[in-house]
């Protein structure tokens, strides 16, 4: 992003276009996000259930999905998501190793969701660290490549004789515990204030109409100073 638009005044020009109802709407959610905790989605191959759970992590705070793109070059179902892809970020990756690396690199854990025997039941999962929750599919679940690399596993207790749940049913279930604990726990997880203003903008100039045409002229109202 140009310098130029990091600005306050710039915040300040393009709040100009925003309600009042909307700005501080804005920041209502925005105390309220989170990026302590984060999520990968691995290969699904049906996309509305990939933008199912987009939704999952809008409606729970989760401010940024990785999206593992390695075998399906799907786009998402805006339909599912409703809008969700406008309030969260998505980091795409051509495989799973970028996407594990890159976590990595931003201090996460890498948790791999599974029914495994010597999985941690998600009532005991310690909070306390950055978590990246890794979800594959139904069918075949998360690939080799993750359960090698993961730090942790992950289940949902379940009684019946189903061993699986879909991927978007069993994120909300995991997504609704650890980040109801995560707000009640005394943990650093709110977004920093860089993170919060730059997003503020972010989402000012996703609710502008014709917004490239708005940045225009307040480049141009600068260079004629």
């Not at 990785?66 to 799907?74: R, T």
């Not at 009640?184 to 903008?201: D, H, P, V």
């Amino acid at each position: 992003m140009n310098e130029m638009l990091k600005t306050i005044e710039y915040l300040t020009f393009l709040e100009g276009f925003l309600t009042e109802n909307r700005k501080s709407k804005f920041l209502e959610i925005l105390q309220l996000r989170t990026q302590h905790f984060t999520v990968a989605i691995e290969d699904v191959f049906q996309m509305h259930n990939t933008s199912a759970v987009m939704r999952s992590c809008e409606v729970f705070g989760v401010q940024e999905v990785h999206v593992v793109e390695q075998k399906y070059g799907k786009k998402i179902d805006t339909e599912i998501a409703m809008g969700a892809q406008k309030w969260v970020d998505i980091k795409q990756y051509p495989s799973i190793q970028n996407c594990i690396s890159g976590l990595r690199e931003k201090g996460y854990q890498i948790i791999a969701t599974t029914p495994h025997t010597d999985s941690c039941l998600l009532e005991d999962f310690d909070i306390s660290k950055k978590s990246a929750f890794f979800f594959g599919t139904e069918k075949d679940g998360l690939s080799e490549e993750v359960m090698q690399q993961a730090d942790g596993f992950l289940k949902i207790p379940m009684v019946g004789f189903t061993e699986s749940l879909n991927i978007s049913v069993a994120a909300s279930i995991i997504l609704q515990s650890v980040t109801q604990r995560l707000r009640n726990s005394t943990i650093n997880w709110q977004l920093s204030e860089e993170e919060i203003f730059l997003k503020r903008i972010d989402w000012a100039k996703k609710t502008i109409k014709d917004c490239d045409r708005v940045e225009e002229r307040y480049l141009e109202a600068l260079s004629n100073k």
